[in-house]
């Protein structure tokens, strides 16, 4: 039992990570970015080079690619949503652009390091077991929920005390108030796809390291799950979407272990559809989208 | 012609399956609903007529694609009277939920070998067969342009609440379309399994509605036959261009996603209507020049 809620958190805390970028660009653009799944894939790509090819410490390695994944961001802003801005249907068009970048991301990691699984080297992490009361976990699971953690909270504090975070705020509540205020509203969006992309690359990295297999389609099964876990917490909302995430990873293992592994994806497409039905703005719905 | 049209059979059976895939989501886009549940509906379809043409020998082929083609049509109808009152991105994640449902009860049902799926389904479906299917479904949605329906359709796509208030039932319009494609998906579905011998859950993954819908916007989506010179463009294209990647040291894989992916943004971006588009726009350019 203690055992199970563990592994629901510690898988929770990267769903919640994935997620929480994921859902910061739809509160500023009301756009779904399909291209996020791309760049965490892409962002465990780099960790796995700078590690594996480059010989980095995973400590200087977790860093660059986190940086590296926010780059990605900044590009795919600029090529596949800045253009569209003012469109009337600037949402749809901007779901299938962000697919098409998403497409071309995964094209370009399936050329660069093929279909197959890759894998950290063995010594990447010390392989050390941590008790928390009767159940067990590896110090890797335990960092992993640590920095994931951090990373939410330092967005939250980033949103909410920083003159950047007043402006992505301001650009979310509406874009032509901003600008009117002098707000520069093409940087705060960059500035936002920035931290979610970074986030969403800090989210594949840790995946990578956690389940040791990345490949270009990785991304896509986390996709749906951060779909899940954005409607369950609420279209833009930040804390619903940590909140949310950790309900899905607690949800997910005590299916697996109760029901059994086939049912595992049932269960958060289930809760979806659920959500969407009964209560499609979330457990925290669009009030809070505009404080976040 | 005949030699070409031998040599490229199943290129050609794949353009028209593909051109109806593309279709069923052009159903929906047509009222302006971003619907992503064609996958399901499409394995719903395939494992219908597969298993009548395993467990009801003798009923014709014909029977066996308008079950295929019906019974997503009746699930779609459950389906859409809670999803349908979501808007926009929101439908568009349920759609994907339910597609993604129906693949895993597929996977998870004993009675299909679960991920395994059907296999050595006797080949019924005939190249023409798929014609037919296609102009068949051609002609139901070019006979809605310009009708009555085909006005309010318009009318819901440009603006929903405003079409309401004109008196138009929305919520039977966007009911008939998602049943229409429904119907489309499934059908293809029955035709794609009785050609390519076999149905596994595998292969009806979210990635290919995706598929379907980059192939409806760049062929077009406002207008019915965009779908279909879409799917035709991004089905043909990459085997005439597989010469020319593997000649720049691309593997044909990500070469071939690659292309769909930067076609997909060049029409999003530039242009917005897409293919069907481009004469119009080409004419427009050369008399601005002259």
């Known amino acids: 039992m203690g055992q199970q809620l563990l592994n629901g958190i510690f898988l929770g805390s990267i769903y919640a990570l994935f997620a929480v970028g994921y859902t910061l660009v739809f509160g500023v653009l009301d756009i779904l970015n399909l291209a996020h799944q791309a760049v965490f894939m892409l962002a465990a790509f780099v960790a796995l080079a700078l590690v594996a090819d480059a010989h980095l410490s995973f400590w200087v390695a977790l860093p660059l690619a986190v940086v590296a994944g926010g780059l990605i961001g900044v590009l795919l802003e600029r090529i596949a949503f800045r253009p569209l801005r003012g469109r009337a249907d600037s949402n749809i068009s901007g779901l299938i652009s962000s697919l098409a970048m998403a497409t ?22 010390p392989d050390r077991v941590i008790r928390i009361g009767d159940a067990t976990a590896s110090l890797l699971q335990v960092l992993i929920v640590g920095i994931a953690v951090v990373l939410m909270a330092v967005l939250t504090l980033l949103l909410a005390r920083t003159r950047l975070g007043r402006q992505i705020r301001a650009v979310a509540e509406s874009p032509r108030a901003a600008r009117i205020l002098g707000v520069n509203v093409d940087r705060a969006i960059a500035m936002a796809f920035f931290l979610s992309s970074a986030l969403g690359g800090a989210a594949g990295v840790l995946f990578g390291l956690a389940f040791n297999s990345i490949s270009p389609d990785v991304g896509r099964g ?40 086939s049912f595992r994806d049932v269960v958060s497409f289930a809760v979806l559809f659920l959500v969407l039905i009964a209560r499609p703005r979330g457990l925290l719905g669009r009030a809070a989208a505009r404080e976040a | 012609m005949t030699d070409l049209l031998l040599a490229y059979q199943s290129l050609f059976a794949f353009v028209g399956i593909n051109a109806l895939l593309a279709l069923s989501v052009y159903a929906t886009l047509a009222c302006g609903q971003l619907s992503l549940a064609n996958a399901g509906f499409m394995a719903i379809g395939a494992y219908t007529g597969a298993l009548l043409t395993f467990h009801a020998k003798g009923l014709p082929f014909v029977a066996v694609l308008a079950a295929a083609a019906l019974a997503p049509a009746i699930v779609a109808v459950p389906l859409g009277l809670p999803v349908l009152r979501l808007r ?63 006005y309010a359709l ?95 040291g691309l593997a044909p894989g990500p070469f071939r996603m690659f292309l769909n992916g930067a076609i ?15 004469p119009a726009r080409l004419r427009r350019r050369a008399r601005g020049a002259a």
Not at chain 2, 97 to 111: I, K, P, Q, T
């Open chain 2, 88 to 150: 926009g991105v929101f439908l568009a994640i349920a759609t994907v939920g339910f597609g993604e449902v129906v693949r895993l009860f597929f996977v998870n049902w004993d009675f299909t070998n679960g991920a395994l799926g059907l296999v050595a389904i006797p080949q019924r479906t005939r190249l023409w067969t798929i014609v037919l299917a296609l102009a068949v479904a051609l002609y139901v949605l070019g006979r809605l342009r310009g009708s009555r329906t085909g």
């Open chain 1, 104 to 125: 071309v991301f995964e094209a370009i990691a399936l050329q660069f390091f093929g279909p197959d699984i890759s894998r950290f080297p063995q010594d990447t992490f």
């Open chain 2, 264 to 278: 997909l943004l060049a029409v999003i971006l530039y242009l917005p209507n897409g293919l069907v588009s481009l």
């Open chain 1, 222 to 261: 986390v996709e749906l799950k951060g779909l899940a876990v954005i409607i369950l917490g609420g279209m833009g909302s930040i804390p619903g979407a940590v909140i949310a995430g950790f309900a899905l990873g607690i949800i997910e293992v005590f299916t697996v272990a109760q029901i059994g592994s």
């Open chain 2, 154 to 248: 318009e009318a819901i796509r440009e603006d929903e609440t405003a079409a309401r208030t004109m008196g138009i039932y929305t919520t039977g319009h966007k009911m008939a379309m998602l049943v229409l494609g429904a119907a489309l998906a499934g059908l293809a579905g029955g035709l794609e399994a009785h050609f390519t011998f076999m149905v596994a859950p595998g292969g009806y993954r979210f990635e290919r509605v995706v598929d379907w819908l980059v192939q409806a916007v760049v062929g077009g989506t406002t207008v019915f036959y965009g779908p279909v010179i879409g799917a035709a463009f991004l089905t043909v294209l990459p085997e005439i261009l597989r010469e020319a990647g593997a000649r720049l």
